[in-house]
T-cell receptor, first 111, second 114 residues
Framework: KNQVEQSPQSLIILEGKNCTLQ??????????LRWYKQDTGRGPVSLTIMTFSENTKSNGRYTATLDADTKQSSLHITASQLSDSASYICVVTFSGYALNFGKGTSLLVTP | EAQVTQNPRYLITVTGKKLTVTCSQN?????MSWYRQDPGLGLRQIYYSMNVEVTDKGDVPEGYKVSRKEKRNFPLILESPSPNQTSLYFC?????????????FGPGTRLTVT
């Protein structure tokens, strides 16, 4: 079974600070990697999607990076806001069809 | 507005009483999927459908049924619910099954089985 591991499990930061979330995956062949943001009790919303050939993708204050050689991705949040408090989920697609979800990182931004 | 809708949003039921959670999308998407989300376990796929009349098991299909008679609808059926099916359920859809396109999630259905 392909594995997607996210770290840290949870994180607390002060408003205005930056943070970086990690996603490591095993096995291949890799198709694409997505980051989702999930507010409590709501459905996940896509932030970025990257294919094998891309190593960075931005969406406003969110920047995702991908190192296919080390099988690592990170999501960097710049100048955090209270509304960034959510769970962030990494999803890796293998062989085009199989979706593998990480368990998510819970981020709390405090005033 | 492009969206995935689910009904009901909240449901409390008793063990063994058959129930159906509806899911509908208005984006003409081919691929639809059901997930359950439990604390500490993340999202797990129950069933998915690549197109009308084509369904397949995900990671945790036991105790669930689905059907895809129309492109826009993908209901989740629990024939005999049990307490271990208490969970938050999400329906999702995307343009195609190769996952190159964004997957849109519904608002979720919180199910409690007593």
């Amino acid at each position: 079974k392909n594995q997607v591991e996210q770290s840290p499990q949870s994180l607390i930061i002060l408003e205005g600070k930056n943070c970086t979330l990690q996603c490591n995956y095993t096995v291949s062949p890799f198709s694409n990697l997505r980051w989702y943001k999930q507010d409590t009790g709501r459905g996940p919303v896509s932030l970025t999607i990257m294919t094998f050939s891309e190593n960075t993708k931005s969406n406003g204050r969110y920047t995702a990076t991908l190192d296919a050689d080390t099988k690592q991705s990170s999501l960097h949040i710049t100048a955090s806001q209270l509304s960034d408090s959510a769970s962030y989920i990494c999803v890796v697609t293998f062989s085009g069809y199989a979706l593998n979800f990480g368990k998510g990182t819970s981020l709390l931004v405090t005033p | 507005e492009a969206q995935v809708t689910q009904n009901p949003r909240y449901l409390i039921t008793v063990t063994g009483k058959k129930l159906t959670v509806t899911c509908s999308q208005n984006m003409n998407h081919e691929y639809m999927s059901w997930y359950r989300q439990d604390p500490g376990l993340g999202l797990r796929q129950i069933y998915y459908s690549m197109n009308v009349e084509v369904t397949d098991k995900g990671d945790v299909p036991e105790g669930y049924k689905v059907s895809r008679k129309e492109k826009r609808n993908f209901p989740l059926i629990l024939e005999s619910p049990s307490p271990n099916q208490t969970s938050l359920y999400f329906c999702a859809s995307s343009l195609s099954s190769d996952h190159l396109y964004e997957q849109y999630f519904g608002p979720g259905t919180r199910l409690t089985v007593t």
